[in-house]
């Protein structure tokens, strides 16, 4: 569906499309804590990595400069708390592109796996919440609230 007749929609297939990374993600980085380095898992942890630094920085600054200031009319409670949730990501990916170095720099470390796996999952939890707490609380106050025209105005702001 295009975004510009449900952005909704459209944030939503994003969410699934994260899901889908995130659990790449996960696997890829035990594989690389379990056993060691493979040419596969690390492949697969750069991938995810790409997704999160292009999509998701998209996928978030579209809700905080579109959907989130014509919500803000109605409720303000919820958009601070994704607002929050954003940051908190950020830093997490931060902390992900630094283990992903480690490791590109000493692949027999196990250090850097281990630390490169525990900061993966700490960003699958909270990115997974996130989703969580937007598909399943914020969206159906949004579809609540804000009239047709108000979502013509959000997918017309979108990035």
Request: charge should be positive.
């Amino acid at each position: 569906m295009n975004k510009a007749i449900d952005p909704i929609a459209h944030f939503m297939q994003d969410h699934d499309e994260a899901l889908v990374q995130l659990a790449s993600l996960n696997k890829a980085a035990r594989s690389l804590e379990e056993r060691g380095f493979t040419h596969d898992a690390y492949r697969r942890i750069l991938l995810a990595l790409e997704f999160i630094e292009a999509e998701v920085s998209i996928h978030n600054k579209s809700e905080e400069e579109a959907l989130f200031p014509v919500l803000e009319r109605y409720v303000e409670g919820p958009t601070k708390l994704m607002r929050d949730d954003h940051k908190e990501l950020k830093k997490e990916f931060a902390r992900l592109r630094r283990a992903v170095q480690k490791v590109e720099r000493n692949h027999q470390s196990k250090q850097a796996a281990r630390e490169l796996s525990g900061v993966a999952q700490t960003i699958v939890h909270l990115f997974v919440n996130h989703i969580h707490k937007e598909n399943y609380i914020l969206f159906p106050l949004v579809q609540k609230f804000l009239t047709k025209d108000a979502l013509r105005e959000v997918a017309r702001r979108m990035v």
